[in-house]
């Protein structure tokens, strides 16, 4: 039941943009992201419940095909505070239910 | 308090022995989960906690698994008989809705 992550990594430089996937083999409730960096505990960045649903705030935003049962993560012009490694969770119930993480997508911006 | 506290940062223990790990949520919130990360991996579900009651226990990996949650604020995950292969990082996260906030969790490592 854990999601698949792609990429497992990405390199850009400062001011490009990225996409990062998840899917699940099974029917989704909601689709978590959170980003880590090393050393520090995960952070919440955004949640989608509904299929189609686009969210995001500033340069980062996300989607979610319920159909398909995949979320996507959108880096838009990425600045260096934007490296980590990103995780996407999912939880399949309700919205007490568990959320299982992926393996995570390591993100690095060069200046 | 203001975040997920948890206690101690650091726990080195010898292979065989005991040890607790105490995870202090958020003022509040009625959610707890306990997580544990390996190196390059994401975050494990092991257990979750609705008030005092385990609603979940489907990742804790063995017997050798407990956490308890007596009050329905303080959560003490305890580890009898430790062995090399529990090393990893122990994240507590608590959530009164739909995104969780993470402790900086307890760095276990069984020698």
């Known amino acids: 039941q854990q999601p698949v992550q792609s990429p497992q990594a990405v390199i850009l430089r400062e001011g490009e943009d990225a996409v990062i996937n998840c899917s699940s083999s099974?029917?989704?409730?909601?689709v978590h992201w959170y980003r880590q960096k090393h050393g520090e505990a995960p952070v919440f960045l955004m949640i989608?419940?509904?299929?189609?649903e686009q969210k995001g705030h500033e340069k980062i935003s996300a989607s979610f095909n319920e159909k398909k049962q995949q979320s996507s993560l959108y880096l838009t012009a990425s600045q260096l505070s934007y490296s980590g490694t990103y995780f996407c969770?999912?939880?399949?119930?309700?919205?007490?239910?568990?959320?299982?993480f992926g393996k995570g997508t390591r993100l690095h911006i060069l200046p | 308090g203001a975040g997920v506290s948890q206690t101690p940062s650091n726990k080195v223990t010898e292979k065989g022995k005991y040890v607790e790990l105490r995870c202090d949520p958020i003022?509040?919130?009625?959610?707890l989960y306990w997580y544990r990360q390996s190196l390059g991996q994401g975050p494990e579900f092991l257990i979750y906690?609705?008030?005092?009651?385990?609603?979940?226990d489907s990742g804790l990996p063995n017997d050798r698994f407990f956490a308890v949650r007596p009050e329905g604020s303080v959560s003490t995950l305890k580890i009898q008989r430790t062995e090399r292969g529990d090393s990893a990082v122990y994240l507590c996260?608590?959530?009164?809705?739909?995104?969780?906030?993470f402790g900086s969790g307890t760095r276990l490592t069984v020698v």
């Open positions: 003022s509040g919130h009625t959610a």
């Open positions: 989608l419940l509904k299929g189609g």
């Open positions: 996260a608590s959530s009164s809705g739909l995104s969780y906030t």
């Open positions: 969770g999912t939880a399949y119930m309700n919205r007490d239910d568990k959320i299982i």
């Open positions: 906690f609705q008030g005092t009651g385990a609603a979940d």
């Open positions: 099974k029917a989704l409730y909601s």
